[in-house]
């Protein structure tokens, strides 16, 4: 699971600040699925840099701030560890996660179609999941049961929901809306791209 949520993480912070490892992490998906140690060094150290990076020179070290970019994927992450009682590893979770959100992203015009197929390509060629069957279940009112997340994130953050999504590759924004109904097409076409 570690192994995981490092390769996990590693994507995270390549698509919204890095395009270049996005490229890496494409090229030696192979490489990483069989768990090179060559290159998971590379992802790892790259990663840690941008990760350190971030911290140190993204203006707010401590997240009092409603942003929080290193969350990219998370939101629904951590409502899907939850769903699942924790079979689902962070990693495993953060993968779906980025996976949905990158759909959303290109339903909202922030991707194009060819990038959002190339992230799930890369994502499951390395072995990270993009689906899972709760990404399906329901809550009382008929909704998405994970959408469910995007009220606990905003809860999390103080009151102002703000996800951070990537805008291109290696670049990002952020956005405090979300359309519910792009966001469930986008759990059908993750369901579609699995099957």
Known sequence: KYWTGGVAEAFKVALI????????LCRNAG??????????ERVVR?????????????GDPFEFGAARPLDFGHWAAHKLEVLSNYRLGHGQAVAIGIALDSCYAASQGLLTAARRDRIIEALVATGL???????????????HAV????????????????????????????????????????????KRAAD
Do not use: Q
């Not at 600040?17 to 890496?24: E, S, T, V």
């Not at 999941?129 to 008929?142: I, M, S």
């Not at 809860?155 to 956005?175: C, Q």
């Open 46 to 58: 790259r990663t840690a840099t941008l990760h350190l990076d971030h911290i140190r020179l993204g």
């Open 147 to 190: 959408l469910k997340g995007l009220d606990e994130f905003r809860e999390h953050l103080g009151g102002r929901l703000t996800i951070t999504l990537p805008r291109g590759l290696g670049h990002k924004t952020e956005v405090h809306d979300v359309d519910m109904g792009a966001m469930s097409a986008c759990i059908g076409f993750l």
């Open 17 to 24: 600040k890095d395009a270049p490892l996005f490229a890496y």
């Open 129 to 143: 999941p993009v689906w899972d069957e709760l990404l399906e279940e329901r809550g009382e009112g008929g909704e």
């Open 31 to 40: 490489r990483l699925r069989r768990r090179d140690e060559a290159v998971i």
